[in-house]
């Protein structure tokens, strides 16, 4: 119940959000860039938190589990390298919102 409810704020967030970046009134400027700038953090604060607790659970199996750490490290690194890709995705999409304005 807890995750869908939070699923289900952070939608309305996010669509709060892009109907700011989108406006098309005197002040898109300043709000494109507050709407970037929220999106961007919410996209970091995300990464960082699934990135911290991959960190969290490879550490634990390996004080678990030592003879698995190589196998463990491989895992660690691809899944830290996946959700990074999800950052810098982010940041392609808020740069294409403040420089290219594909809607305005």
Same mark, same amino acid.
């Not at 406006?23 to 300043?30: E, H, I, L």
């Not at 004080?63 to 899944?79: C, D, F, H, M, Y």
């Not at 390298?81 to 290219?100: D, G, M, P, R």
């Given at each position: 119940?807890?995750?869908?409810?939070?699923?289900?704020? &952070?939608?309305?967030?996010?669509?709060? !959000?892009?109907?700011?970046?989108?406006?098309?009134?005197?002040?898109?400027?300043?709000?494109?860039?507050?709407?970037?700038?929220?999106?961007?953090?919410?996209?970091?604060?995300?990464?960082?938190?699934?990135?911290?607790?991959?960190?969290?659970?490879?550490?634990?199996?390996?004080?678990? &589990?030592?003879?698995?750490?190589?196998?463990?490290?491989?895992?660690?690194?691809?899944?830290?390298?996946?959700?990074?890709?999800?950052?810098?995705?982010?940041? !392609?999409? &808020?740069?294409?919102?403040?420089?290219?304005?594909?809607?305005?």
């Amino acid at each position: 119940m807890r995750k869908a409810l939070l699923t289900v704020l &952070n939608t309305v967030a996010l669509v709060a !959000v892009a109907s700011v970046a989108f406006a098309a009134d005197g002040g898109v400027a300043t709000a494109s860039v507050w709407a970037s700038a929220i999106g961007m953090a919410i996209a970091a604060a995300g990464c960082g938190l699934g990135q911290g607790m991959g960190l969290k659970a490879a550490c634990e199996g390996t004080a678990r &589990n030592p003879e698995a750490s190589g196998k463990i490290t491989v895992t660690l690194i691809l899944g830290l390298a996946f959700v990074e890709s999800l950052a810098i995705y982010a940041l !392609v999409v &808020n740069l294409i919102l403040l420089f290219v304005k594909p809607f305005a």
